[in-house]
């Protein structure tokens, strides 16, 4: 993780982060936890819980409580001890202590605190978001007038969200049907629903592992792309008569309800990239077929559905850190630096923010990206001024405009 390694470096000595008691709630896995030693050794106090009932790393979490961090997470947990976990992340020590910063993956850590202890909001600085439903929560929050502290949306630098969401998935989904399933791919079909950078990646891991892809969508510019990508576009239900592998990379709901799974193929795996397990409906799968279930392995179920089976992984939450070990480390460390980068920013220049949703500034962007590039052997070019002033661009950036997609 050379992104976390610098900023070690550069602000170690400064401690930016000197009085934060951070409350973090995000996927406790072997990466989160060089992101929670990083935030320590910028002067932060924190105490973990993780996103997902089935994403910790239990040797990470292990590794970090030996270590005399309070980090409340297992694999496996069930809903009440998600809740009673992120609860015991909200003291620092005794009730007088409580967070004063809120770093979140999915939104359930700030809902928590905005809805059940708002008198909190006066004392935290801010709140740094990790996903794009996390995101569209406090959206929803601004446009509601509900958020009363300042938020950064670390999803949308564009070194995290075209990079974890696209290029982490395109390694880690594969990875975790293959643990789940030991499937042979090749010569697949597959569905994606969603054609975003979750599902972009999606697509390609399988295409990679020589599937063939559908995609479904509902934005004509996704599936525009996802058309000049090779893809076939097809709606979920015409889709899912033929595919081998369901996956869901919405965000959204009822992406898989009774009418698609009574239309699945026998030994179709069905299973859920995005944040939330809403995308399927796993609970008329379990009211309906719950008595035909097998449980084959830990995450993988097999369900008796009218004469054939379906093969449900993760019960329908993100399958990449419920049946795998989520992304690798080194795409992570552009995600975590985004984090750190929000989280010192938010602590020392809270006065500077309104309660509004920001994203970081391009510089930070582009300097996140040029952390990466030397691990990977890669050189830049550098502009001449009179390139610089042809392209009418800085020499050392931002080299872009906002209105620049990537
Ligand atoms: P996105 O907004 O870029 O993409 C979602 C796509 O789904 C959009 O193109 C949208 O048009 C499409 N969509 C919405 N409703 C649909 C429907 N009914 N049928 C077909 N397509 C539909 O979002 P992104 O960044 O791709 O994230 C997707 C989900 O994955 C979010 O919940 C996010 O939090 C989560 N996520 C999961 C990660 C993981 O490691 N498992 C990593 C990053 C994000």
């Known amino acids: ?57 239990d040797h990470a979490a292990a590794a970090l409580a030996k270590k005399g961090i309070p980090v409340f997470a297992w694999k496996g947990m069930n809903e009440q001890e998600f ?33 059940k202890y708002p008198q909190f909001s006066k004392g935290i600085k801010g709140v740094s978001e990790e996903t794009t439903t996390g995101v569209l929560r406090l959206y929803e929050r601004v446009n509601k007038g509900t958020l009363p502290i300042p938020a950064i949306n670390v ?10 969401n696209k290029y982490g998935c395109r390694e880690s989904l594969v990875d975790a049907i293959r643990r789940a399933t030991d499937l042979m791919l090749a010569g697949k079909t597959a569905i994606v ?15 990679q592992a020589g599937v063939r892809v559908m995609v479904s969508e509902i934005d004509p ?13 097809v709606p979920m239900a015409e889709g899912v008569k033929r595919a081998d592998i369901i996956v869901t990379a919405t965000g959204n709901k009822d992406i898989i309800t009774s009418k698609h799974f009574l239309a699945t193929k026998d030994k179709a795996v069905v299973c859920n990239i995005g944040h939330f397990d809403n995308e399927i409906d796993m609970a008329w799968l379990e009211k309906n077929y719950g008595n035909t279930k097998v449980n084959i392995k830990p995450q993988v179920d097999k369900y008796h559905i009218k004469g054939k089976d379906v093969i449900v992984l993760a019960e329908g939450r993100l399958v990449n850190l419920g049946c ?21 920013e938010l602590w020392n220049n809270n006065n500077t923010y309104k309660n509004q949703v920001y994203i970081l500034p391009k ?44």
């Not at 809740?83 to 020590?93: A, N």
């Not at 629903?193 to 295409?207: P, Q, R």
């Open 324 to 344: 795998a070990t989520g992304h690798p480390s080194f795409v992570m460390s552009n995600s975590f630096c985004n984090q750190t980068l929000a989280q010192i």
């Open 193 to 207: 629903a969603g054609f975003g950078d979750v599902g972009k990646g999606s697509a390609e891991s399988l295409k």
């Open 83 to 115: 809740d009673w976990c992120i609860e015991q992340t909200l003291f620092f020590g005794d009730k007088s202590r409580p967070l004063n910063m809120i770093l979140d993956d999915g939104g359930d850590l700030t809902n928590m605190v905005l809805d």
């Open 1 to 57: 993780m050379p992104g976390l390694m610098y900023l070690r470096k550069k602000y170690g000595n400064k401690k930016p982060l000197k009085n934060a008691r951070i409350a973090g709630c995000l996927h406790m896995t072997i990466q989160t936890a060089v992101l929670i030693e990083t935030l320590i050794e910028l002067g932060a106090e924190v105490r973990w819980s993780s996103c997902n009932i089935f994403s910790t790393q």
């Open 221 to 233: 510019i996704c599936a525009l792309q996802a058309c000049m990508e090779g893809y076939e576009v």
């Open 155 to 164: 999803n949308d630098s564009v070194t995290k969200s075209k990079f974890d």
């Open 363 to 406: 510089h930070l962007d582009e300097e996140v990206a040029r952390l990466h590039l030397e691990k990977l052997g890669a050189k830049l070019e550098i502009l001449t001024p009179s390139q610089a002033k042809y392209i009418g661009v800085p020499i050392k950036g931002p080299f872009k405009s906002e209105a620049y997609r990537y």
